[in-house]
């Protein structure tokens, strides 16, 4: 019965939604395959704890491949897989699919039949589903997911009455389906690692900020912080589209999720736990952290080993570079994990290479912004801002390696960054530096001789 009904949602979906090929997003030759586009249907029941997924995922496949392998939720008891409409074999392992073709083909679909009871998130403390809310995170595998290609994605989500939902890109419409609400959503740009979260309880709110549509999904407890939230966002949306590239997503929201552990970044809007939305907009007012990641996480992103960490590490000086500009303290966050850092023996530390899931905050945030901060006072404003615009330009949607970080920086800021890579990228630990200072009095006035010794390893940082 489940199955009978997601296919006839999937192909209302379909009859609903005309996909265009976006600007910038053309199939290149020398790729192994892309993802041209997702058509996810989901359909929660809140009584059973149950849910059922169909999933189509459009394929380029220039090179022909046979095999393509997803991350994939080992909740899921019911698995079907379909190439083209005809059977196709896969191998289910500990959190993934790999699907062969028996005929490859240069253009394909996918089609990807799910069921099963959820469970817990792997990553948040809460269940997937509850009485009033569904949370389907992008890292607990709820659909295929190819963690390195980025696609539009259609999205139709059936929910009882009196529910509210966010799903990547914009809302394209509601339709009754046997006493329940079918909501549609459309990525109208590429994403990747998107989310869908519907809860009974938020209290919704919509305005248009800069030409951009931004909206709010707050408790009734939090409606007080609502326009708090939409005026700085507005604040810090203009701030990054001059600093880093135009805001790349439909729209924007701020969401308020229960049981999460503090906020989140997921493409397109940011997410606070109740306790801790009260506890930053009673004190700073504002968030610019993860409105900040919202272009290094998920518009440009870091591939090799550590990239989810230095990547986030560098998109934390986006929120300093901010708090510069407005005037504003940065965060003590900042400042304790610095502190820590530099407090940290050298043995005790990791280069970028070393970085893992579980890597202590203070060797990514007390470290790494830091190191941006370094390099921007080197090469100075306007070069530092000529690289990274050329970064977002390059690898708008497209994931990059830490050496093609860098050779993008050269290249934009015409400078040689040897000495970064080398002497702060490379190397465990920070600078030891002896300082002693004199002074003496000349008449009314007053010589002052500072003196400052490296010891060890020398290092290029500005004074």
């Known amino acids: 019965m489940v199955t009978r009904y997601t296919n006839r949602l999937t192909r209302s979906l379909l009859l609903i939604l005309l996909y265009v090929l976006p600007p910038g997003f053309a199939r290149t030759a020398d790729e192994d395959y892309s993802i041209l586009s997702y058509d996810i249907v989901i359909e929660p029941d809140f009584m059973s704890k149950r849910i059922a997924v169909d999933v189509s995922i459009h394929i380029s496949n220039p090179s022909l491949l046979n095999t393509f392998e997803f991350g994939l939720s080992d909740h899921y008891t019911t698995v079907s897989v379909l190439a083209d409409s005809a059977p196709t074999t896969f191998e289910r392992g500990e959190g993934g699919i790999a699907v062969k073709l028996a005929r490859p083909s ?4 996918l089609r990807f039949q799910l069921a099963g009871s959820p469970g817990r998130s792997v990553d948040e403390n ?4 509850e009485d009033s809310s569904l949370f389907l995170l992008w890292s607990d595998r709820f659909y295929p997911i190819d963690f390195d290609k980025w696609a539009p994605v259609r999205t139709a989500l059936l929910l009882p009455p009196g529910f509210q939902a966010i799903a990547p890109g914009h809302p394209i419409g509601t339709d009754l389906r046997s006493g329940k609400i079918l909501h549609m959503y459309e990525a ?3 994403t990747i690692a998107f989310s869908v979260f519907a809860d009974a309880r938020w209290q919704k709110s919509e305005s248009s900020v800069n030409g951009i549509k931004m909206r709010t999904f707050l408790y009734p407890e939090s409606v007080r912080f609502q326009e708090q ?24 929201s701020f969401v308020e999720i229960d049981s999460i552990f503090a906020r989140r970044a997921f493409p397109g809007f ?14 700073t007012g504002y968030d610019a952290h993860e ?3 919202l272009w290094w996480v998920y518009t440009t992103r870091g591939s090799g080993p550590g990239s989810f960490q230095w990547t986030e590490g560098f998109g934390d000086y986006s929120e300093i570079m901010y708090a510069l500009e407005k005037g504003k303290p940065i965060s003590r966050t900042f400042q ?3 502190d820590e850092y530099l407090n940290t023996p050298a043995t005790s530390d990791l280069v970028y290479t070393e970085l893992q899931g579980n890597t202590p905050q203070k060797l990514i945030h007390g470290r790494y912004p830091w190191l941006m901060h370094i390099l921007r006072y080197v090469v100075g404003d306007q070069a530092f801002a000529r690289g990274i615009h050329l970064l977002f330009s390059r690898y708008r949607y497209k994931t990059f390696t830490m050496e093609e970080f860098i050779s993008t920086l050269e290249e934009g800021t015409g400078q040689s ?3 970064w890579r080398t002497e702060w990228l490379e190397r465990r630990g920070v600078p030891d530096i002896l300082v002693s200072c004199s002074t003496t009095k000349l008449g009314s006035a007053y010589e002052i001789k500072c003196t400052l010794q490296q010891k060890g390893n020398i290092y290029h940082f500005p004074l």
């Open 106 to 109: 240069a253009d394909f679909t």
């Open 126 to 129: 809460r269940s997937v589903i």
């Open 188 to 190: 109208s740009r590429p």
């Open 229 to 252: 939230i939409v005026a700085s966002s507005a604040d810090v949306l203009r701030y990054y589209s001059d600093a880093l590239c135009p805001y790349p997503y439909d729209e924007f």
């Open 270 to 283: 940011v997410a606070y736990s109740p306790k801790h939305l009260e506890k930053e907009f009673s004190s």
């Open 291 to 293: 409105t900040a990641l």
């Open 336 to 338: 304790q994990f610095r």
């Open 417 to 419: 960054l040897d000495w």
